[in-house]
């Protein structure tokens, strides 16, 4: 079946510092991948998406690229504020048999903390 | 637009009770889902809607029953709850087949 795998944390860091997490899948098919935040008390938000191989996605100064050859899609920012501190989760999904909706499959997710 | 409302945003129930969480969107989207969260875990699908019919049953027990009555809205029904099932419960939507789903803020349940 279907996987994400991503750094756990908590990652911490300082303002201004250059953030990566790293996420890796396997997939039956071509998925779609997508990174998702989730802040204190509140739902998921998309962040960004890509839909195919060598797809970059960019939203709010953080980027990802769909990278076949390596099966990943790992989430970087230049330059990281203290209202980035949030819980990202990493997904993909893929078409349902028969070609309806299907979950996502989702990583265990990494708590970002940026300290000022 | 892309926003999913859910209502309520909290709620404390005992374990006789009988509530209802409820979803709606006006996106067009033909696909809905209802997630569970734990703490400190991702989302953990519970049901797949497509086109109003109950496509993905992932093995739920039965205190947690599904409605789609329309395209636009979706309810979940809880009767005789467990402590356990105290989470966060999530609604998405999107379009069929594989597209990208979008979350409403959720309902915090908590069973006494």
């Known amino acids: 079946g279907d996987s994400v795998t991503q750094m756990e944390g908590p990652v911490t860091l300082s303002e201004e510092a250059f953030l990566t997490i790293n996420c890796t899948y396997t997939?039956?098919?071509?998925?779609?991948l997508f990174w998702y935040v989730q802040y204190p008390g509140e739902g998921l938000q998309l962040l960004l998406k890509?839909?195919?191989?060598?797809d970059k996605g960019s939203n709010k100064g953080f980027e990802a690229t769909y990278r076949k050859e390596t099966t990943s899609f790992h989430l970087e920012k230049g330059s990281v504020q203290v209202s980035d501190s949030a819980v990202y989760f990493c997904?993909?999904?893929?078409?349902?048999?028969?070609?309806?909706?299907?979950?996502?499959?989702f990583g265990k997710g990494t708590h970002l903390i940026i300290q000022p | 637009d892309t926003e999913v409302t859910q209502t309520p945003k909290h709620l404390v129930m005992g374990m006789t009770n009988k509530k209802s969480l409820k979803c709606e969107q006006h996106?067009?989207?033909?696909?809905m889902y209802w997630y569970k969260q734990k703490a400190k875990k991702p989302p953990e699908l519970m049901f797949v809607?497509?086109?109003?019919?109950?496509?993905i049953n992932e093995s739920v027990p039965s205190r947690f029953s599904p409605e789609c009555p329309n395209s636009s809205l979706l309810n979940l029904h809880l009767h005789a709850l467990q402590p356990e099932d105290s989470a966060l419960y999530l609604c998405?939507?999107?379009?069929?087949?594989?597209?990208?789903?979008?979350f409403g803020p959720g309902t915090r349940l908590l069973v006494l």
């Open positions: 890509a839909t195919k191989a060598d």
């Open positions: 809607y497509s086109y109003e019919k109950l496509s």
């Open positions: 996106m067009g989207h033909r696909a």
């Open positions: 997904a993909l999904s893929e078409v349902g048999s028969g070609g309806g909706a299907d979950g996502l499959t």
């Open positions: 998405a939507s999107s379009r069929p087949g594989g597209e990208t789903q979008y």
């Open positions: 997939a039956t098919g071509y998925p779609s």
